[in-house]
């Protein structure tokens, strides 16, 4: 079992910064694929980013130059440092991982272990 606790949600204007934290426990961390996905009321859940567990991270285009996503591997925890915000991308933010061993990208389709969410408000 893997457990995924997030933290670091909040609300900030336009322009704005929030970082995101994500800290897992109950498995071999490194061997996870781990990201972020996000839901905005009325809307389905879409993924945001995601790190594999040789490295490799991709952005959907939305955040790319916006958003970074890291490991610490010494921690077990995943962050998501979000930069220039917009109300867009008002939403649930939810941590995923995955123990498939295969090639996990951004826009999703993975995903057998969630966190509870964590909101991101932006205001205009």
């Known amino acids: 079992q893997v457990q995924l606790v997030e933290s670091g949600g909040g609300s900030v204007q336009a322009g704005g910064s929030l970082r995101l934290s994500c800290a897992a426990s109950?498995?071999?961390?490194?061997?996870?694929?781990m990201g972020w996905f996000r839901q905005a009321p009325g809307k389905e859940r879409e993924g945001v980013a995601a790190?594999?567990?040789?490295?490799?991270?991709t952005y959907v285009d939305s955040v790319k130059g916006r958003f970074t996503l890291s490991k610490d591997n010494a921690t077990n925890t995943l962050y998501l440092q979000m930069n220039s915000l917009k109300p867009e991308d008002n939403a649930m933010y939810y941590c995923?991982?995955?123990?498939?061993?295969?090639?996990?990208?951004?826009?999703?389709?993975?995903?057998?272990?969630w966190g509870q969410g964590t909101q991101v408000t932006v205001s205009s």
């Open positions: 995923a991982a995955d123990t498939w061993g295969g090639y996990c990208s951004a826009r999703g389709g993975w995903g057998n272990y």
């Open positions: 109950g498995y071999t961390y490194s061997s996870l694929c």
């Open positions: 790190i594999n567990s040789d490295g490799r991270i």
